[in-house]
């Protein structure tokens, strides 16, 4: 059974720091991997995805990738209020488009 | 470009009825896979159609169903509901069966088994 492990949270930060979102993967075959973003009552939302070949930017956000760990981290630099969700991990497994985390609750305090 | 379109938002349905779910993904986009969201399991993956045809299946009984046409518009149904069917059903399109293309949600159809 492939797996996409992420704690819960919540992770509470205080406007204007770093925010740290990690997620583990079963499979050593994936080979892509993507974080959504979900508001509540909303649907996931894509923020970022990487490939096995690096790391990505993309403006406050950064996706790490640690293949040897089997380790997915998000970093979203000067977190804002309306940062506040939660944040799911998602791989591509075998044949399944997308095996999801069950996510972590972000609170950015104002 | 418009996004992936989902029809209804909102459904309420008693035990034992069936129930059909449209998605229209977004232009271009080939594949559509169709997701169930509850608060206990998380998101999973029910299936994923190409080409009018079943490319992959997850772990779901075969109560749930679904098929794609031509215009790569898919829907999907449940048969003989029950109350655990109760859920946010996501449907999400990407351009092809590649391991890089992204995939795009859809609003989502939140259904209420009574």
């Known amino acids: 059974q492939k797996e996409v492990e992420q704690n819960s949270g919540p992770l509470s930060v205080p406007e204007g720091a770093i925010a740290s979102l990690n997620c583990t993967y079963s499979d050593q075959g994936s080979q892509s991997f993507f974080w959504y973003r979900q508001y509540s009552g909303k649907s996931p939302e894509l923020i970022m995805f990487?490939?096995?070949?690096g790391d990505k930017e993309d403006g406050r956000f950064t996706a790490q990738l640690n293949k040897a760990s089997q380790y997915v981290s998000l970093l979203i630099r000067d977190s804002q209020p309306s940062d506040s969700a939660t944040y799911l991990c998602?791989?591509?497994?075998?044949?399944?488009?997308?095996?999801f985390g069950k996510g972590t609750r972000l609170s950015v305090i104002a | 470009k418009a996004g992936v379109t989902q029809t209804p938002r909102y459904l309420i349905k008693t035990r034992g009825q069936q129930v059909t779910l449209s998605c229209s993904p977004i232009s271009g986009h080939r594949s559509v896979s169709w997701y169930q969201q509850t608060p206990g399991q998380g998101l999973q993956f029910l299936f994923e159609y190409f080409s009018e045809t079943q490319r992959n299946k997850g772990n779901f009984p075969g109560r749930f169903s679904g098929r794609q046409f031509s215009n790569s518009r898919s829907e999907m149904n449940v048969s003989t509901l029950e109350l655990g069917d109760s859920a946010l059903y996501l449907c999400a399109s990407r351009m092809g069966l590649a391991g890089g293309n992204e995939q795009f949600f859809g609003p989502g159809t939140r259904l209420t088994v009574l």
């Open positions: 998602a791989v591509i497994s075998g044949n399944t488009p997308l095996v």
């Open positions: 990487i490939y096995s070949n």
